[in-house]
């Protein structure tokens, strides 16, 4: 197992991003955020965009996974090989992908990109919505698997309530017992990130119940006016 994937396992990685048009986009704001949640003990850091995974690579000391997003619907996590290697240089130990089978945005295969990826040593973590994708993901070589496209329409606009694939986390595990499966997407409270370990996950992601200030506010807000 490669000592960066090694240094990850059973530890909390920490979703830092702020959306287009939110107070807190700024890559310093998301460098001090990194940084504070390194201080709580995160294992690992999730990041978008090229300035933010360059400013928190150089805040940080803990693995950092580097997506870019570009657009908001279909295929916009790292949607190609252009995208993935230019997190590369911008710093990202591990660069996450979307696995699922949509169409990508430059007409080619998952395949197309990740291959290059592996023969230049890239570390590739599969964002993932169903098992066929996680199979498939490791089938052509990448390094983690993640449950990241679960739930369609995820990212912020979720509920509290809403919880994460621990059943696909099962499923994948026992499936892949000796490979990376990371539990990622509405994982809101830490017993939601127990269960994940529970069910064999490699690591948890947590974005927005510890980075997203405006949606746990939101929560907050709602139960208090029930
Ligand atoms: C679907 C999608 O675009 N997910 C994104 C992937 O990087 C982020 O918007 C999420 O915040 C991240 O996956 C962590 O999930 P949660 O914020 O639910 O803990």
């Known amino acids: 197992m490669d000592p960066i994937i090694e240094q990850l396992r059973g530890k909390v990685i920490a979703s830092c991003q702020a959306y287009m048009g939110e107070p807190l986009r700024h890559p310093e704001t998301m460098a001090q955020m990194a940084r504070a949640c390194e201080l709580g003990g995160a294992g690992g850091i999730r990041c978008q965009g090229l300035s933010d995974i360059a400013a928190i690579k150089g805040r940080t000391e803990v693995p950092v996974i580097g997506i870019w997003k570009e657009g908001h619907e279909g295929v916009y996590i790292t949607p190609t ?3 993935a290697r230019a997190c590369v240089m911008a710093g990202a130990d591990i660069v996450a992908v979307d696995a699922t089978d949509r169409p990508r945005p430059d ?3 998952l395949e197309d990109t990740v291959l290059p990826l592996k023969e230049e040593g890239v570390l590739v973590m599969a964002d993932c919505a169903t098992i066929e994708d ?5 089938a052509i070589g990448c390094d ?15 509920g509290m309530a809403d919880g994460p694939d621990v059943e696909l986390v099962r499923q994948a ?7 990376p499966v990371i539990c990622e997407g509405r994982v809101h409270t830490p017993a ?11 690591a948890v992601v947590v974005g927005t119940a510890i980075t997203h200030p405006t949606s746990i506010t939101s929560w907050f807000v709602e139960a208090a006016s029930k």
Do not use: N, Q
């Open 81 to 83: 090989l252009r995208h």
């Open 107 to 109: 007409g080619k295969t």
């Open 134 to 138: 996680i199979r498939h993901a490791f």
């Open 144 to 158: 983690i698997a993640s449950t990241t496209l679960s739930h369609p329409g995820a990212a912020i606009d979720c």
């Open 173 to 179: 595990v026992s499936e892949f017992p000796d490979k």
């Open 192 to 202: 939601d990130a127990k269960a994940a370990m529970d069910a064999g996950a490699w």
